[in-house]
């Protein structure tokens, strides 16, 4: 079972940054690499929502939000996923979660993002 284990979430002043990682446990390097790989993330009291999206080899979309901001990429190697965050704003607080788009692997913990001052 592919176990999604995100780390790198901490509290930070507004337009401070941060960097999430995402690493792809038990799923071998073909099968990370067949999948558009995605940050996700979800604010209290809001749904889960999309935040941006990796493909293959690096074809990247974001969420008008957090464009200009976010920067998603991916090590395919090592089955990691990255989003750089910068010029963090409080509307970014969440739990931030890594998954593939479309059939969704099991969902890991997160890591929680919290912009404040």
């Known amino acids: 079972q592919v176990q999604v284990v995100e780390s790198g979430g901490g509290l930070v002043q507004p337009g401070g940054s941060l960097r999430l990682s995402c690493v792809a446990r038990r799923a071998i390097t073909s099968v990370f690499n067949a999948y558009t790989m995605a940050w996700y993330r979800q604010a209290p009291g809001n749904q889960r929502e999309l935040v941006a999206t990796?493909?293959?080899?690096?074809?990247?979309n974001y969420e008008d939000s957090v464009k200009g901001r976010f920067t998603i990429s991916r090590d395919n190697a090592n089955k990691r996923v990255y989003l750089q965050m910068n010029s963090l704003k409080s509307e970014d607080t969440a739990v931030y979660y890594c998954n593939t788009v479309g059939t969704h692997w099991t969902w890991g913990q997160g890591t929680q993002v919290t912009v404040s001052s």
């Open positions: 990796v493909e293959r080899l690096g074809s990247t």
